[in-house]
């Protein structure tokens, strides 16, 4: 399993960007896919997950109601459109894969896959 995060850039606090994260192999029916961010001299926080068979959902509470997580199963890709963005959005953004875990234990649980991240810069 492959991950491709892109889609990250630089935005004025307020803006929005759309990520994208192509997924290589098929056969994701059972996986859940998931956000993270890393901000500089902190730890890698979870974001948001997607049950791909069903479509449930799961956000950090720093996120909610500002990002919305979507799938798109005929192009194996998961997408995070983040809306209202503040500059501690700031971070590099990584999306994961596991076929073994529900969206609710995202913040949690061991992820098996991950892509490399892209860039999110949010000017205040």
């Known amino acids: 399993v492959q991950l491709q995060a892109f889609g990250g850039g630089l935005v004025q606090a307020g803006g929005s960007l759309r990520l994208s994260c192509a997924a290589s192999?098929?056969?994701?029916?059972?996986?859940?896919m998931g956000w993270f961010r890393q901000a500089p001299g902190k730890e890698r926080e979870f974001v948001a997950a997607?049950?791909?068979?069903?479509?449930?959902?799961d956000y950090s509470d720093s996120v909610k109601d500002r990002f919305t997580i979507s799938r798109d199963s005929a192009k194996n890709t998961v997408y995070l459109q983040m809306n209202s963005l503040k500059p501690e959005d700031t971070a590099i953004y990584y999306c994961?894969?596991?076929?073994?875990?529900?969206?609710?234990?995202?913040?949690?649980?061991?992820?098996?896959?991950w892509g490399r991240g892209t860039q999110v810069t949010v000017s205040s």
């Open positions: 994961a894969a596991d076929p073994r875990i529900a969206p609710a234990q995202g913040p949690s649980a061991y992820w098996a896959y």
């Open positions: 192999a098929s056969g994701f029916s059972s996986y859940t």
């Open positions: 997607i049950s791909w068979s069903n479509g449930r959902t």
